[in-house]
């Protein structure tokens, strides 16, 4: 018996030809004890400024863009206004948005997620499904998720459960994914798009739009399949389980720019709250869409569909993971045209899920309903339900960073800031917010420094938001943004001295080139030691330089005093002001001046 | 007799009784004897029993020493990284794993009959062998042939219970959640419970005082704050013993419902009570099992692809005309585990879930409330609004007593043959303790000259007073 059993027991296992045996190694050390991450990540929870990602784009670029994209808007919408068929036939949208929560371990073991690590360096256990290993749901992964949920205006449920979704793939080590789908943690939620929202401020809707969430649900996230043609494929599990949430929008997107506004502004939401590691660019993110479209005429037999809830809607179609907010645009405008043509042309849209490339013109067919898989969800035996207290709830709502809204709010209506929705907006989007933060610096030192001045405390918000962007953005070019360049207090000293007609524009933007091109000085000093002090114009100045004038233009002269054109005053005015050293004329004395040598009453007199 | 002797003994037995294919792997002879000899020099430092002891695991219970099959051959050459929690625990109380066990396919089988090994053999008759019931079938005839001193196995939906009646020794499932299952691989993991098989009450009752903590490793461990609430022991007084009328049926073997009148006349003469109860809900939990055990199942043992560990068929898996690993599948399970497999996916599967899945997991519902309703304790896991609901129970008993299983241990051979759905009728008595998550033990007793298993079934918790009344019926 002993032999016997030992032949057949020991040998195949020392050869053990399918078992990883990297996996094994790996798993036999630090993993046993399954508590132990073999390191620990330092992404936490809680916002901390270094953990944020970098928005690399170049100011330019960004405005470039947001330009190109503006116009690119416009024919499309123009187009889309002399394209007959879009009067007669209305897109319908909902989305699926898949986010890596920012957590420092995954969602069911104590292994550290990771981005960029060796592959197969972080994972548990459980995590490659290893037999008798369970599941320990790691509750701080909660933390973002529910924040992400709260930006989102959702229900937060008391009571959440998590169930298995089966399919068998590579990357899906159990044979199923461990997602939230009887009993989401998170429901009935809803997203106000504004104008502010759009690219050039403009939803093609023409006012504000709500788009509501169904729910948002946790759930696991699959490993890396690394394709090595023909036949390979390799696998890293450091993803795998990595805590997503899924956000699903109800069907009420009717317009391509709208669907991608509202990834966008999900994405920054997500981002804002701290819910997310990275947004799309980076992979952090994906969308899946669900296109259909109906005939506006309404004929309902034509549209027998519901999802959601949503009634009397075209057969829709799926087109699933796009990595990026253009390629969601695009997909849904090339999968409404190929729906449409299909229609026009007498066919039938088939249900099924489809793929999109960006770049290329229409979508193409993954699989179809009989290649729907039935899921067979069931909840998982192991895992018990979640209960979330009202305690959490409420702190995390009261402790929730402002949101972009908000904050475009505040940029907009507080006199403090006074700014376009469409200055606000660039700074929001700007270098992930870094810009916003810089100008509220620059801000809040003038405001400091023009305490006692309230005629030009009302200027502060709006002639700082022109240099932040504007001035600043120019000298930027392609450069990477970074706000100690030009100090917030040196460059709130600049338009200081501006605002105190203490420099002219000219050198005001002169001393800002010679800080970012990296004068050590301070602007006082350079101030002093470059002589660049507006010096005023004496009283006899004026009357010289006035007389000069009047003298070169009779026939105006002739106008006011004669025909009593007074108004005629105010060009001298502006003459004046042209002809001297920029900024040095002053327009009311200047036009004392004018008014005295003219004989006419001066205001003073009224 | 010594340690080393005891082990040596049972080593001789493994050799013995080899052809009983009780064991899918031995441990190293000379490793074992030095492990004994070395806690045999240390005794005096210990006080407890199982020091030195030769302990079987069931094949499903991970060991970092000896592979972990689970009798599959999906999983024939496969070690765990990592030893269970309750393997552990032996370890830590001086125990030393003498083997792996062989068993019923991921614990799918009455007779330890499907097993990618061979099948088990039970105790010798004139006719032949007999069943040794499954699908702990390898570790209950272990343990009646003297190869090891106890054994663990896992009970489901009576795999601990059925091989004990059979082979004629103790077979105890503690309420669920009381022992770890980390490690353990799982096949219902709702229902999942680590058993212990021994000759006696007594020495069940050590092995559960060293297994029965909370395990942080394992989320449906018990935690503390729960166990604390759990009751003791009542042993001394009289016992009010109920007797489920529903478990008379008419396939209950004449010797098998002679033994259990014995055992309960035997009790009366002891001077504890006797009541009829009616647990009505216990002729559905039959199909309620077969329905949520293959579901689970079919969720849980969808992880063996081949990829990360265990078999994978030669070739390409998943060309385009055939289904992702269906041929490492197909190759590495055996027939029972991929008919309930099918059953599974089935019952889980969109047109059948509501009418399946749902309505098995109201009767398992129903199942637990019925026993509720006849004990005198309420459930400690019920809320305190939730007993108020419950029907008064004033009257209610302290322990079930009802046999095992309808009949003794039949021929292998017979069962071999067995249509699927006779095999599963084996579970009827064993089953709704384990829908309802109870503890639960088989007692072997007299029956007209061979060993019939006799049942005793307590209030969740209440596993310290089942021990208790099965040593009175021992």
């Known amino acids: 018996m002993l032999n016997r059993s ?16 990297a996996c094994l190694r790996r798993a036999r050390k630090p993993l046993t004890s399954n508590a132990s991450p073999i390191r620990i990540s330092t992404r936490y929870l809680h916002a901390d400024p ?29 187009g889309s206004r002399s394209d007959p068929r879009l009067e007669k036939w209305e897109l319908t949208v909902g989305i699926e ?38 599941p320990h749901f790691q509750q701080e992964t909660l933390i973002p998720a529910l924040r992400a949920a709260l930006a989102l205006n959702c229900d937060i449920q008391r009571r959440s459960a998590f169930d298995r979704k089966h399919y068998f793939y590579q990357d899906q080590p159990s044979g ?20 502010h929202d759009f690219p050039g401020g403009v939803s093609p809707e023409g006012g504000p739009v709500t788009i509501g969430i169904k729910q948002v649900q946790m759930e696991q ?22 805590p997503l949430i899924e956000i699903i929008t109800l069907p009420e997107i009717h317009h391509p720019a709208t669907a991608a506004a509202l990834v966008r502004k999900i994405q920054t939401m997500l981002k804002t709250v701290d819910s997310v590691t990275a947004g799309m660019e980076m992979g952090g993110m994906r969308a899946d869409v669900n296109v259909s479209v109906r005939r506006r005429d309404g004929q309902p037999a034509h549209s027998p569909h519901s999802y ?53 013109k229409t979508t193409r067919r993954l699989r179809g309903k009989e290649g729907e898989i039935d899921y067979r969800y069931m909840p998982d035996p192991d895992i018990a339900p979640v209960l979330v207290g009202k305690d959490l709830v409420d702190y995390l709502r009261s402790h929730l960073p402002m949101l972009s809204d908000d904050v475009v709010r505040m940029l907009t209506e507080s006199e403090k800031y006074g700014l376009t929705s469409k200055d606000a907006g660039t700074l929001l989007l700007l270098d ?24 030009l405390l009302s200027r502060v918000g709006k002639v700082a938001g022109n240099w932040v962007l504007m001035e600043l953005g120019a000298l930027l070019k392609d450069e990477e943004w970074s706000p100690d360049r030009v100090p917030s207090d040196q460059l709130a000293s600049i338009i200081s001295h501006l605002l105190r007609k203490q420099i002219t524009g000219r050198t005001a933007k002169l001393l800002l080139s010679l800080k970012f091109d990296g004068d050590a000085r301070p602007v006082d000093q350079i101030i002093a030691d470059e002589d660049l002090l507006l010096q005023p114009l004496s009283h006899d100045e004026y009357v010289a330089m006035a007389k000069a004038l009047l003298g070169e233009k009779p026939d105006v002269v002739k106008d006011i005093v004669e025909k009593g054109r007074h108004g005629k005053v105010k060009w001298f005015v502006g003459q004046m002001m042209a002809r001297g050293a920029e900024g040095t004329v002053e327009p009311g004395t200047a036009e004392e001046v004018l008014k005295g040598l003219l004989g006419l009453p001066r205001d003073g007199g009224k | 007799m010594s340690l080393s002797a005891l082990a040596k003994q049972c080593i001789a037995n493994q050799s013995s009784h080899a052809h009983l294919n009780a064991f899918v792997s031995l441990a190293d002879k000379a490793v074992v004897l030095a492990r004994v000899a070395a806690a045999e020099s240390t005794r ?14 069931k094949d499903n219970i991970c060991t970092s020493d000896l592979p972990t099959t689970a009798s599959s051959g999906i999983l024939k050459s496969f070690v765990s990284p990592y030893d269970a929690t309750v393997v552990k625990q032996l370890r830590d109380a001086g125990a030393v794993i003498s083997g792996k066990t062989n068993m019923d396919e991921f614990g799918m089988g009455s007779h330890s009959a499907h097993s990618h090994f061979g099948p088990v053999k039970g105790l010798s008759r004139s006719e032949g062998h007999a069943s040794a019931g499954g699908s702990s079938g390898g570790s209950a005839i272990a343990v009646a042939s003297g190869q090891c001193i106890a054994a663990l196995g896992t009970d489901t939906g009576g795999s601990v219970r059925l091989p004990a009646a059979y082979t004629g020794i103790v077979g105890f499932k503690p309420s669920y959640g009381l022992l770890s299952r980390w490690g353990v691989i799982a096949y219902a993991n709702s229902l999942d419970t680590i058993g212990i098989l021994a000759n006696d009450a007594r020495q069940t009752r050590v092995l559960f005082n060293k297994l029965n903590a909370y395990d942080p490793h394992d989320p449906t461990s018990l935690p503390p704050s729960t166990r604390q609430r759990l009751r003791t022991s009542k042993l001394g007084r009289r016992l009010r013993i109920g007797i489920p009328v529903d478990y008379n049926i008419t396939s209950l073997d004449p010797t098998v419902k002679r033994a259990w009148i014995r055992s309960l006349r035997d009790l009366e003469a002891q001077g504890h009570s006797l009541h009829n109860v009616s647990l009505p809900a216990t002729r559905h939990a039959l199909s309620a099992y077969y329905v949520l055990a293959p579901a689970e199942a079919s969720s849980n043992l969808a992880k063996y692809d081949g990829v990360r560990y265990g078999s994978r068929a030669e070739g390409p898996d998943g060309t385009p005309d055939s289904v992702l690993f269906s041929k490492t599948r197909g190759q590495g399970f055996g027939p029972e585990v991929q008919r309930r497999i099918l059953l599974g996916a089935f019952s889980l599967s969109a047109q059948a879930m509501d009418n399946y899945f749902i309505q098995a997991q109201k009767v398992r519902r129903l199942v637990q409330r019925d026993f509720d309703s006849v004990f005198a304790a309420p459930n400690p896991l019920l809320s305190v609004e939730d007993v108020e609901k419950e029907s008064e129970t004033e009257n209610g008993v302290d322990v079930l007593v009802c046999p095992t299983a309808p009949t003794s241990a039949p021929l292998l051979e017979k069962v071999q043959n067995q249509d699927p759905i006779d095999a599963y009728m084996n579970d009827v008595f064993t089953v709704p303790a384990s829908l309802a998550g109870l503890p639960a033990i088989s007692v072997p007793v007299d029956g007209d000259g061979e060993k019939v298993g006799m049942q005793v079934i307590g209030q969740y918790g209440d596993d310290r007073m089942v021990l208790d009344t099965a040593q009175l019926l021992g």
Request: aromatic share 8%; charged share 25%.
């Open chain 2, 44 to 57: 005096g430092r210990h006080d407890d029993d199982l020091v030195g002891q030769l302990i079987a695991v």
């Open chain 1, 308 to 360: 959601h809830g949503v009634t009397a809607l075209g057969q829709r179609t799926e087109i699933k993971n796009l990595p990026s907010i253009k390629a969601v645009e695009e997909a849904i405008i090339v999968e409404r045209d190929r729906q449409i043509d299909l229609l026009e042309q007498g066919g039938v849209v088939e249900g099924e899920t489809r793929g999109y490339t960006q770049g290329s």
């Open chain 1, 432 to 455: 992930d917010g870094d810009r916003l933060d810089y100008y509220m610096d620059v801000v809040e030192v003038l405001r400091g420094s023009h305490a006692d001045e309230s005629a």
């Open chain 1, 97 to 134: 948005i898949h986010a890596e929560l920012n957590t420092a371990r995954k969602l069911f073991s104590a292994a550290a997620t990771s981005s960029n690590e060796p592959p197969n360096t972080h994972v548990a256990l459980f995590d490659v499904a290893f037999p008798g290993t369970q």
């Open chain 1, 50 to 78: 270094q953990t944020t990602v970098k928005d690399d784009t170049p100011f330019r670029k960004v405005l470039k863009d947001a330009a190109k994209k503006k116009k690119g808007e416009k024919s499309k919408q123009s």
């Open chain 1, 221 to 242: 996230d699959t490993a890396k399949t690394i394709h090595q043609p023909p036949t390979t494929h390799m696998l890293d599990f450091n993803r795998v389980s990595h």
């Open chain 1, 6 to 21: 030992s032949t057949r027991a020991f040998s195949p296992f020392a050869q053990r030809p399918y078992v990883c045996q």
């Open chain 1, 176 to 195: 199923y994914q461990i997602t939230q789908y009887y009993e989401p943690f998170a429901r009935d939620g809803h997203i106000t798009l504004y104008p």
